[in-house]
Antibody, heavy 122, light 109 residues
Framework: EVQLLESGGGVVQPGGSLRLSCAAS????????MNWVRQAPGKGLEWVSA????????YYADSVKGRFTISRDNAKNTLHLEMNTLGAEDTAVYYC???????????????WGRGTPVTVSS | EIVLTQSPGTLSLSPGEGATLSCRAS???????LAWYQQKPGQTPRLLIY???SRATGIPDRFSGSGSGTDFTLTISRLEPEDFAVYYC??????????FGGGTKVEIK
């Protein structure tokens, strides 16, 4: 079955760090670019970051640039998001999402995980 | 960054009626690179439309997309009970960032 499964979310204090993971299955993971998208409680979708299939190219939203790092382990079919210096504005459900093209990185998404919640609170 | 503005914020309609959702971009979206997603409460977003007007796999033909440049529309011809949800547009024409609209909620009148 083609699926994405996020993990690693939880409650963290302001200024703290967290590492999210997304396990992929059912498709050739290393072939496709992957993204993180977040959704604050009761709010809309916000794109966070993208990474190419081979991991060589990465992109970030201005709101997380310098604080978040996207990476991937193609041998383990896993996507990561390292989040540092977290603030209340980072509280959200974090989704990993796959693009449908083997050639493009910043594209639309044809597969989403169920998300992992992150709460930044003291 | 391309800002997407969706309107209206909420659409109150009855099953069987048609719905027209708007997505306006702050600058022209390259090559019609606009997608639409549906999200129901507690669920993951679902791709409906890509490339402005192409329906994703399994999406019924009552959903259609149109537009160009800065103005895009999602039309639902006849609302079914399962269509009441929040709809988001997303542009992917930029070379360095993706953006979503704020969403339109389609609720039962």
């Amino acid at each position: 079955e083609v699926q994405l499964l996020e993990s690693g979310g939880g409650v963290v204090q302001p200024g703290g760090s967290l590492r999210l993971s997304c396990a992929a299955s059912g498709f050739s993971f290393s072939t496709y670019a992957m993204n993180w998208v977040r959704q604050a409680p009761g709010k809309g979708l916000e794109w966070v970051s993208a990474i190419s299939g081979n991991g060589a190219s990465t992109y970030y939203a201005d709101s997380v640039k310098g604080r978040f790092t996207i990476s991937r382990d193609n041998a383990k079919n896993t996507l990561h998001l390292e989040m540092n210096t977290l603030g209340a504005e980072d509280t959200a459900v974090y989704y990993c999402a796959k693009v449908p093209s083997v050639w493009l990185i910043l594209w639309y998404f044809d597969l989403w995980g169920r998300g992992t919640p992150v709460t930044v609170s003291s | 960054e391309i800002v997407l503005t969706q309107s209206p914020g909420t659409l109150s309609l009855s099953p069987g009626e048609g719905a027209t959702l708007s997505c306006r971009a702050s600058q022209s979206v390259s090559s019609g690179s606009l997608a639409w997603y549906q999200q129901k409460p507690g669920q993951t977003p679902r791709l409906l439309i890509y490339g402005t007007s192409s329906r994703a796999t399994g999406i019924p033909d009552r959903f259609s997309g149109s537009g160009s440049g800065t103005d895009f529309t999602l039309t639902i011809s006849r609302l079914e009970p399962e269509d009441f949800a929040v709809y988001y547009c997303q542009q992917y024409g930029s070379s360095h960032a993706l953006t979503f609209g704020g969403g339109t909620k389609v609720e039962i009148k």
